[in-house]
C-alpha cells in the first residue's frame, strides 16, 4: 500500500494487474455458479439431461460421457441462456466499466468518503480487511481497485448479497465473503495492509466480543497497516473506539475534495508501529 507521500509522483506499481482473460473467466464462472444455485435441483437435472441430448447430436456419443464433459455441456447451456457476452465484447466495454465502479458514486457513497480517498493508494492485489455490512460499498470501491478483498459479516443474508453483486459487477476475482462470529471465531485469513471496519457493527457487539475482534484484527495488520474506522448508514461514529488504538498512531484523514459541514465524523485513521528493524527494511527497499 502506498504512503499518502507516495501518491505525490508518478510511481510504478510493484505488481502488475490481474489479466483480463483470468478476470473474465472468473465473471463466468460466478455467473454459471450463481444460476445453479437459483434453480430448483429438478431444473438442473432437466438441463444435464439436454445437454447430453446435445451432445449425443453432435456425434459425440461414441466417447465416454464423464461428469467434467456433462458439466461442461450444461455450462455451455447456462451461458447461453444467460447471454453472457463472449471474451472479446466483454473486454472492449469492461475499461469502461471498471472505470465507472472506481467512482464512489457507482456504490452509493460521497466522494469525501475516508475510503474513497485511501482506495488510490492500494496497489495491485493488496489484501483488504472489510469488516460488518456497513461497510459493504467500502468493499466494492476497494475491490473496483485490483484490492484482494476478504468482506467478512456475521450475516449468512448478507453474505450472498455481496456474492451476488460482486458476480454481477465483474469483481468476482479479488472479492471473498466469509459469514463470521465476531468476537468469538475468524477465518484464517491473509495478513492486511488495510482493515476498513464498520462503526455500526462494533457497536453491536458486547464489550468482551468488541475487545476481542479488534484485537484479532489488529494481529492481522501488517506493521505500517491502515485501520479505517468509518461510520455506519446510521451515523455511529468511530469515537468512542479509539481506545482501542492507544498504542497505534492516529493518521491525519485524507483529503475529501470539498469542506464537509456540520459535525458528521468521515471516520477515524489508525496505523500500526513499525519497530526500527521493520522501518529499516523499508526504507532499504524504497532506495531499490
Known sequence: MLSQQQLLPTAIRRRPLRSLRQQYDVYVMDRIEHYKNSI??????????????DIDESGESQFVLTEMVIQ??????????????????????FPKLRAGQRDPIHWGMDSGHLVAGLAPRLEPEDHVLVVGSGAESCAYL??????????????????????????????????HAICVQFGKWLPCVSPCVLAVIDAGTLAALAPGERRVLLSELQELTMPGGLHALVPDPLGVGPEGFAGHYASWTREAM??????????????????RPRSADEQARDDARARG
Open 40 to 53: 430448483p435441483r429438478g431444473e438442473l437435472l432437466r438441463l444435464a439431461a439436454e445437454s447430453m441430448d
Open 72 to 93: 461442461e455441456a450444461v455450462d455451455a447451456r447456462i451461458k447461453r441462456r444467460l447471454g453472457v457476452k463472449s471474451f472479446e465484447t466483454w473486454r472492449k466495454y
Open 142 to 175: 476497494l475491490a473496483a481497485h485490483e484490492a484482494t478483498v476478504t468482506f467478512l459479516d456475521g450475516d449468512f443474508g448478507v453474505i450472498e448479497r455481496t456474492e451476488h453483486r460482486v458476480a454481477a459487477e465483474s469483481l468476482s476475482s479479488s472479492f
Open 254 to 271: 485524507p483529503p475529501s475534495g470539498r469542506r464537509t459541514r456540520g459535525t458528521v465524523s468521515r471516520g477515524a485513521l489508525f496505523v
